[in-house]
Nanobody
């Protein structure tokens, strides 16, 4: 079973940056479509970004386009979310997640993840 652990969250001021990491164990990341999700207080969990298993095609929520960058390093079994120009509305618990790559899904579809980390808290506040 794939296991995921996030790290890198913390408190930053608006306009600041953070890089979140997600370390995988139990399996390699090869063959997995991976993504980042977040849940703000009182809101539903939403997809932030995802990246396909083979082609590296990425998808971003409109709210983070141009500010966030998702990447993966299969050799290190780690995925990343670089967050720049952070806004207070970016505050929330960030989760990494994964599903097996499949031709049943679009490379840009971020849903139906099977494996989840426990989350790391990002707070953007002055």
């Amino acid at each position: 079973q794939l296991q995921l652990v996030e790290s890198g969250g913390g408190l930053v001021q608006p306009g600041g940056s953070l890089r979140l990491s997600c370390a995988a164990s139990g399996s390699t990341l090869e063959g997995y479509h991976i993504g980042w999700f977040r849940q703000a207080p009182g809101k539903e969990r939403e997809a932030v970004s995802c990246i396909s298993s083979a082609s590296g095609i990425t998808n971003y929520a409109d709210s983070v386009k141009g500010r966030f960058t998702i990447s993966r390093d299969n050799a290190k079994k780690t995925m990343y979310l670089q967050m720049n120009s952070l806004k207070p509305e970016d505050t929330g618990v960030y989760f990494c997640a994964a599903r097996r790559g499949s031709t049943l899904y679009s490379s840009r579809y971020c849903g139906d993840m099977d494996y989840w980390g426990k989350g790391t808290l990002v707070t953007v506040s002055s």
